[in-house]
């Protein structure tokens, strides 16, 4: 089999198990299922994939894979964190905008086994190092005065839901305040580049530097 030919079946193969996996539910799923999604038979899903998780470990791999080599070029810059801010918020939105489902995905994973998901995202060390980076930035940052000390969960959780939010209510947003019009979400999405670099400087501010 052809090498692009292969790569175009596996990642029909992923998009496919993202779907099933957000409707089912990692433990519902089967590889039938998968493999009905795609068109393809079970046989020909084994040459792809032999098991659950290892489609599973593949979906965050292709997400990991699209982020964090730019972030680590981000983090190479000899700048500060809120210098670096916009670029990073540019690589999250896209990563995002391009894996609408995946927000509910990992969600609904983080509810039903969260140490299954933490073993997906740190079997490979190596390949955190971004944000590893970037964390140890943040708080040597945080320490030397050029940003605001308050707790890391605060920073992230206030990171992630300002675009994460809109993205899991993105049908009722659209349907009550956008008339249908699925644009009209686009739209607001790349506004909130703008508006997430807003709140996390403000948020980040080392001017008020008492411990959060």
Known sequence: ??????????????????QVLVRKGYEATTMSDVAA???????AMHYYFRTKEM?????????????????NLIMNENTTIL?????????????????????LFVINEMNRDPE??????????????????????ILDEMESGLLRRMPLADVVSTFIGLFVFPILVRNTLT?????????????????RRGLTCEVMRRLLNPGDNRTA
């Not at 030919?5 to 029909?12: K, P």
């Open 1 to 18: 089999m052809k090498t692009d030919e292969t790569g175009g079946v596996e990642g029909r193969i992923i998009e496919a198990a993202r």
């Open 37 to 43: 999604e795609v068109g393809i038979s079970r046989t």
């Open 55 to 71: 489609m599973f470990e593949a979906i965050f791999a292709q997400l990991v894979n699209s982020v964090l080599p730019n972030i």
């Open 83 to 103: 210098e670096k801010l916009p670029a990073i918020v540019d690589q999250y939105v896209d990563a995002l905008r391009h894996n609408l489902l995946f927000p």
């Open 116 to 137: 299954h998901l933490f073993h997906a995202i740190t079997k490979n060390p190596a390949q955190i190092q971004p944000l590893v980076r970037l964390r140890r930035q």
């Open 175 to 191: 349907a009550v305040f956008m008339n249908g019009d699925s644009a009209a979400f686009d739209e607001l999405l790349e506004r």
